[in-house]
């Protein structure tokens, strides 16, 4: 090694040094990283909780290097709540799928929001149920096909996508709600500032913070890796558009 | 000093003076000023309250409070104890600990308002899914209620599991006069296994998820020896003109209340009639009840159910003696002179 050279690159502390079990091509890898890289940057890794989700990403637990819980499916905000409530200066993040969020985790996912609860939700939307092999989710698109919408969803008899951001963004208690994605570079550098914005919105008690990742699921979507960007770039976003649906004032003033 | 009380405010005194650092919870009768007496004092003393947006949602808080190692209650009853099943059976295996109070009414279903003794194998016998008892106090006093609510904490912590307190509305609305221990500011002992923020230590995982089968039935084995050292350790019950009873009559809670009565009038008309009244209805007082199935003569069960401790009492007196039941559903609360028919019924 020279005098010049410089370590640039390297894995953020809070990230755990295992081999995942996640599928190759799926962007849980990317978020997984940029969530501990924002950990890492707000020195916040030996006071945070995370809560893992029902789904592809239950065993979050094992990839960060933080304190974590296990909730039941889509249960993920009450726990957080009842977590933060008697630990204000902890900083609670959720990591929760569709599926879990946008299905049977509704209620809470609302109500956390309504009540301004001071957590983060980092929420994955694939558009599909991925660990029990494909099925419908509240997200999938009309005409998809997945193993519970064979013939592509119907939306007459298997009903419309359920849009989070714009949903959330209704209720007062909602302080940074936004909608990214990650299929390209640039994409993945806003996911980050995202990412590190909802977080700073909590530790300034600023009220409750959700960041939607636009993903995909190369797997179930029956695709290569390249294959289900190209749909998450031509497809999901175009349903699922980018933007920031809900940003208080006062978060502007955090920049 | 002795106070008038309300058994459901009692219920939230109790838990405030036992050190309760956080409280969850749901409207539902015939529970609810439980949750409107915390909403007034919790704030107050600086310690946390939220009425959730459902009983799923209070018991996932209670659920998450809980993995920080402290304090924490909700209450609730009947159909809402049912909504907690799922996060329960969780919270069993993730080996946290808090209280959950089910003030019974009747059921099946939407049932009704009224005292029901309905939920005893719910209680009792797991509820949720998975292999799991929880411990099941059940009070027959509101100063019974009290002195038990501010055990189930100390219960809860030292088995880090959920300690469970039963009743029914009557005991929920009745007013008493109660003494309370001195108030309790909420602490942290030391625990190694909570969700603090992993400062200076390894990383602390709260889950009940095992996916290898061998590491899910390590778990099992471990819950279950906790359970057989609550069975060892917690059986409770008290007994009542027990002196040479003939008669021996089991019930628990309100229908305890109940027959205490018809008890003393039955002994004050020379029937040699004693009551049997559990307090831990898990773990059931089987040995106890078993040495005295050996001397009596015969058994009565009374409930305010269709007969569910029934099978407990048969399971303790392995059916060695005849065993009657005397119950009634619905919400209808027998009267004493009703109890003491029956008991006249079987003696004469």
Redo the contacts between chains.
């Keep these: 090694m020279t005098q010049e050279a410089e370590l640039v690159f390297s894995r953020p502390e809070s990230l755990s040094d295992v081999v995942t079990h996640y599928c190759p091509g799926c962007i849980h890898g990317i978020v997984h990283r940029l969530i501990a890289e924002v950990m890492d940057e707000l020195g916040i890794?030996?006071?945070?909780?995370g809560?893992?989700p029902v789904g592809c990403s239950?065993?979050a637990?094992n990839y960060?290097?933080?304190?974590?819980?296990?909730?039941?499916h889509g249960?993920a905000p009450?726990?957080?709540?009842?977590?933060?409530?008697?630990?204000p200066d902890?900083t609670i993040f959720t990591y929760q799928g569709d599926g879990d969020l946008a299905s049977i985790g509704t209620?809470?996912v609302?109500?956390a929001a309504a009540?301004g609860e001071n957590i983060t939700t980092i929420f994955i939307n694939n558009a599909v149920y991925g660990m029990t092999g494909g099925q419908m989710a509240p997200t999938t698109l009309p005409g998809m096909v997945t193993t519970s919408s064979p013939y592509g969803r119907d939306v007459k008899t298997q009903g419309y996508p359920v849009r989070v951001c714009e949903l959330l963004s209704q209720l007062d208690g909602a302080a940074y709600i936004v909608r990214r994605t990650a299929y390209k570079p640039a994409e993945v550098r806003k996911l980050r500032r995202a990412i590190k914005t909802a977080f700073q919105v909590q530790m300034a008690g600023l009220g409750f913070s959700l960041v939607e990742v636009v993903s995909n699921c190369p797997t179930n979507w029956g695709m290569t890796p390249k294959e289900s960007l190209k749909f998450v770039e031509e497809r999901m976003v175009d349903y699922y558009p980018l933007g920031d649906f809900r940003v208080k004032d006062e978060v502007k003033d955090l920049r | 000093m002795k106070v008038l009380m309300k058994g459901n405010e009692a219920i939230g005194e109790a838990a405030i003076r036992a050190g309760c650092?956080?409280y969850?919870g749901y409207p539902i009768t015939p529970q609810t000023e439980v949750l409107e007496y915390m909403s007034r004092r919790m704030p107050k003393l600086g310690r946390?309250f939220?009425q959730?947006?459902?009983e799923?949602?209070?018991i996932?808080?209670?659920?998450?409070?809980?993995?920080?190692g402290?304090r924490?209650m909700t209450t609730t009853s009947s159909p809402g104890y049912s909504l907690m099943q799922?996060?329960v059976s969780?919270i069993a295996l993730s080996f946290v600990p808090c209280v959950i109070v089910n003030i019974m009414r009747g059921g099946p279903g939407l049932g009704n308002i009224q005292p029901a003794q309905g939920d005893y194998f719910q209680m009792t016998k797991g509820g949720g899914h998975g292999d799991y008892h929880l411990l099941v106090l059940a009070p027959a006093t509101v100063q019974e209620m009290v002195d038990l609510i501010v055990e189930a904490f100390d219960l809860a912590d030292k088995y880090r599991q959920p300690v469970t307190v039963i009743a029914d509305g009557l005991i929920g609305q009745i007013m008493e006069p109660v003494a309370f221990p001195e108030l309790k500011a909420p602490q942290r002992p030391e625990r190694p296994w909570a969700?603090?923020?992993?400062?200076?230590r390894e990383?602390?995982?709260?889950?009940?998820?095992y996916l290898g089968a061998e590491r899910l039935e390590q778990e099992n084995i471990r819950l279950q020896a906790t359970i057989r050292q609550i069975e060892e350790n917690e059986v409770r019950y008290t007994e009542y003109m027990m002196e040479g009873a003939e008669l021996v009559v089991v019930a628990y809670g309100t229908a305890g209340r109940i027959v205490q009565t018809a008890v003393k009038q039955a002994r004050e008309e020379g029937i040699a009639v004693g009551l049997f009244r559990p307090i831990s209805m898990f773990p059931f007082p089987y040995a106890r009840l078993k040495e005295i199935a050996s001397t009596a003569q015969q058994i009565l069960v009374v409930e305010l159910s269709a007969g569910q401790m029934i099978e407990d009492v048969r399971l303790a007196s392995c059916d060695q003696l005849p065993i009657s039941f005397f119950g009634k559903m619905g919400g209808v609360v027998p009267l004493p002179d009703d109890v003491l028919a029956e008991i006249k019924k079987l003696v004469k």
């Design positions: 890794r030996e006071r945070t909780i809560i893992a239950v065993l637990y960060f290097e933080c304190d974590f819980a296990e909730a039941a249960r009450a726990m957080a709540t009842g977590m933060k409530r008697v630990e902890l209620n809470e609302i109500h009540r | 650092d956080a969850f946390a939220v959730a947006e459902s799923l949602g209070a996932n808080m209670v659920y998450g409070a809980a993995c920080t402290t924490v799922e996060a969780y969700l603090t923020g992993a400062k200076g990383k602390n995982i709260i889950t009940s998820l």
